[in-house]
């Protein structure tokens, strides 16, 4: 530990000294370019005189490209990030310059002629008594020209030049086309390369030996691993291509006992349920059932060699967050002028108003919101609070208010806050929020941009802190571009290892553009019962964290992160935080209210250590949808319009919401908190939220835990179940289980040789005939029918 720590520091140091050494060559070099480039000194002039003698007349612009590349390079950019068409464009454009200003005058000189007579002049021109035009890269340049193609063809070449440097620099399409041009020409030079290089070969084979003695090393280390976590989980035995540390729902439903899991005999695949994916017995049969897009992901998510991959075992040591470049600029600022002067009027008007219904207050404080001001009246001694909260109405008449909210008084101070509707809004941007995150957030991959409160601070939000939230309001209040902005915000400063998204979408059309992102968990579900089986698929997996967490002996996933890191030995995989947002209580709630509120109860219980969060949002703030249980369990609330008092209390248990003015305006209760903070939800576009997507979306593909992707399968088992006892099978499996007391879907698979969907089906079905109990997450089922000969007994 001490060692890789001396070794971390040393590595530190070292990066440190280099990024010094960086700045001084380039320091250095941007200090001659100048003094060079204003010919000061001896130095100036001779610096000046040799670059002149070689590029000619072009001096200052390589002067002026090595002060740019110097710059870059403190900047730490690289020239890759400029399109290499921009610098072939400029390229071939210096280039024709060049040949055209070393043509000579004296047009009987030919040929070699021309590069002679330079270098004859060459003292001349260093001395800087002959133009240096071209320089002796020009003089070269022509003198090949002119002898392959006299002074005509020259000129047309310049001609040439400079038109392709325009399209280079213009247009886009034509230097596709010329890349590909160019790439097939490299190619047979490649080859060529490639048969010769006999060095490079050796070089490969050796490389290729150390792969392979690495995977062996990392093989025998999971072997080690794996025999570790059997012994330690008894009988639960993690599936051998389900490596340690990953999750795994292959058998959420079924119980899997070691044997069965061990010796894994493959399963001839059924055609009718098996119908795309090549060597799986697992992920089958009820994709067929899936929508066409869907079945696209999927055949694209779900890796050809196994099935089983977990997402968390993908590598995303180059995948890049997103630009803030994504964000649009937030507004111009003039409206706040206009609202400074309306606030001076509003607060003038507000004591005189008070004052001729017999409050005497002072105004100590004005504090001008994105969308509302708010006024903190002192009353005077004597008077009583209540008074002002009665002049509500008189208030907002005088004011010529929309609305307006009281408080009275404001927690934790002597005074009364009275909160108005800006004459402008001013919309909060995203990105004014994403490039103002706290230093102290820095490292937090759960944080989100919020909003603004009242004093125009920024807020946040830090899931892993609250760790449950939950958003209501009446529709067109901003729920949706509020949860948008969560999710963008987790998108733009969390790698898809790091924090998963589990997204349930009742109303099908809100998470449309999350669809590819490569931080799914699963397909974003729109059907309330497959949310409902989601939903115990989450609790499952928070089980299956917690079981890991006391094998490794600590407590939650920070901890267990911790643990990995401090073993790498044992190749345990990193837990990334999961986050399931629900946009549409209400639906789910209809489909199955008491097992939806049943796990949210289990989730949001325990979820918290796992590192399991959830942000559930409604448009029905009633009790019904917001149960007791619903609200007691999520702490961290946020409510935004709302149209009666009743409302705002099932949100928020304080009245308050019924006054807000829509448009992303809120009252934020955080965990812990009582006082509601009014803060102006961020606003987070449809384009902007599009270019983040596409953005991560084109750098990986959503891997799907399996689970995720069988609810509708399951679904579809459900239903069907019923009649299922037609399947030939049924009395033989039926048998078969109640001889052998075991019940498990893929030991039915091996022993009758069919492919999961079927298996599942029919245990489903025993399930549903009470032959079998309920599935106990990763316990075997219970057997309930006893054989003939026990039932004699
Ligand atoms: N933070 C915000 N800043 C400015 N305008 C906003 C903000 N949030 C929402 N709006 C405006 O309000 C409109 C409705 O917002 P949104 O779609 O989020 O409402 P909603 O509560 O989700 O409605 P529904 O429940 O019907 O889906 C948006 O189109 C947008 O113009």
Redesign the pocket.
């Known amino acids: 530990m001490a060692k890789a720590k001396t070794r971390k520091s040393t590595k530190q140091k070292q990066k440190l000294e280099n990024e010094i050494l960086v700045y001084i060559y380039a320091l250095v070099l941007i200090t001659l370019s100048i003094i060079g480039g204003l010919q000061i000194g001896f130095i100036g002039e001779t610096t000046t005189g040799i670059i002149r003698y070689v590029f000619g007349n072009l001096y200052g612009v390589v002067y002026a490209l090595v002060i740019i590349g110097s710059i870059a390079m403190m900047l730490k950019k690289s020239m890759k990030d400029i399109p290499v068409k921009y610098l072939l464009g400029i390229g071939v454009l210096l280039l024709a310059w060049i040949i055209a200003a070393s043509v000579p005058e004296d047009t009987t000189l030919k040929g070699m002629d021309i590069f002679s007579k330079f270098l004859k002049d060459s003292m001349l021109v260093l001395k800087g008594e002959i133009a240096a035009k071209g320089g002796l890269i020009g003089a070269f340049l022509v003198s090949l020209s002119t002898f392959l193609f006299d002074y005509k063809g020259t000129w047309i070449v310049v001609g040439a030049l400079v038109i392709l440097g325009l399209i280079l620099l213009l247009c886009g399409a034509p230097f596709a086309s010329m890349k590909a041009m160019g790439a097939n020409m490299v190619k047979p030079f490649q080859t060529w390369k490639s048969n010769g290089g006999q060095r490079k070969q050796k070089r490969n084979d050796k490389q290729e030996q150390r792969r392979r003695e690495k995977e062996a090393r990392e093989q025998e280390a999971r072997e080690r691993t794996q025999q570790k976590h059997e012994t330690m989980l008894g009988k639960i035995s993690l599936d051998d291509r389900v490596k340690p540390g990953q999750v795994s729902f292959l058998d959420i439903d079924d119980d899997f006992d070691i044997e069965s899991s061990k010796e894994h005999i493959p399963v001839e695949p059924e055609p009718e349920e098996e119908p795309y994916i090549p060597n799986s017995d697992v992920v089958v049969g009820f994709h067929e059932h899936k929508k066409q897009d869907d079945k696209r992901i999927i055949e694209e998510t779900i890796g050809k060699e196994d099935t089983f991959v977990s997402e968390f075992t993908q590598d995303f040591s180059k995948y890049k967050l997103p630009r803030l470049t994504l964000l649009k600029d937030p507004g111009k600022k003039n409206k706040n002028m206009n609202n400074i002067a309306a606030a001076n009027d509003s607060g003038r008007k507000l004591i005189e108003i008070l004052d001729e219904f017999g409050v005497k207050a002072t105004l100590v404080a004005t504090h001008i919101g994105p969308s509302v001001t708010k006024f903190e009246v002192k009353p005077d001694l004597g008077v009583r609070v209540n008074k002002i909260s009665n002049l509500q109405n008189d208030i907002k008449m005088a004011l010529a208010a929309k609305d307006i909210r009281i408080e009275a008084p404001i927690p934790g101070k002597s005074s009364v806050g009275i909160e108005i509707p800006n004459v402008e809004?001013t919309?909060?941007s995203m990105k004014e929020l994403m490039k103002n995150v706290p230093e102290k957030y820095a490292d937090s991959k759960c944080l989100f941009a919020l909003?603004k409160d009242l004093m125009g601070n920024c807020v946040y939000g830090e899931l892993n802190k609250m760790p449950h939230l939950l958003i209501a309001?009446?529709?067109?209040?901003?729920?949706?571009?509020?949860v948008n902005s969560i999710i963008t915000s987790i998108l733009m400063r969390a790698k898809p290892d790091e924090v998963k998204l589990l997204l349930v979408d009742p109303?099908k059309v809100?998470f449309t553009p999350y669809q590819k992102v490569p931080h799914l968990i699963g397909p974003v579900i729109t059907d309330g019962e497959e949310a409902n089986r989601a939903l115990k698929v989450i609790v499952t997996m928070m089980d299956n964290r917690y079981e890991l967490f006391s094998m490794a002996g600590v407590r939650n996933i920070q901890g267990y992160n911790a643990y990995l890191d401090a073993h790498p030995e044992e190749q345990l995989q990193r837990l990334p935080w999961i986050v399931v947002i629900i946009d549409e209580l209400a639906d789910l709630m209809l489909v199955a209210a008491k097992e939806v509120e049943g796990s949210i109860q289990r989730i949001t219980q325990l979820a918290r250590a796992a590192g399991i969060h959830l942000i559930v949002a409604t448009?029905r703030p009633s009790v019904d949808v917001i149960t007791g249980v619903i609200k007691a369990n999520i702490p961290s609330r946020i409510a935004?319009a709302v149209s009666s008092a009743v409302d705002s209390r099932t949100i928020l248990d304080q009245m308050g919401a019924e006054k807000l003015l829509?448009?992303?305006d809120m009252l934020y209760v955080p965990v812990g908190e009582t006082v509601a903070t009014r803060v102006?939800?961020?606003?987070v576009s449809d384009d902007e939220v599009q270019a983040i997507c596409d953005f991560v979306s084109k750098q990986a593909k959503p891997k799907y835990e399996d689970a995720f992707l069988r609810l509708e399968a399951l679904d579809n088992s459900m239903g069907s179940s019923g009649d299922d006892v037609s399947d030939p099978l049924y009395e033989e499996v039926k048998e078969f289980i109640i001889q052998t007391r075991k019940a498990s879907t893929s030991l039915i698979q091996r022993k009758f040789s069919i492919g999961y969907a079927r298996a599942a089906r029919l245990i489903d079905t025993l399930e549903e005939k009470g032959i079998v109990g309920p599935s106990r997450g990763s316990k075997p089922r219970e057997v309930y029918a006893k054989s003939e000969q026990e039932e004699m007994e």
């Open positions: 809004k919309t909060v909003g309001g009446a529709t067109g209040s901003g729920k949706s571009v509020c109303k809100e448009q935004f829509g448009y992303g102006q939800g961020v606003f």
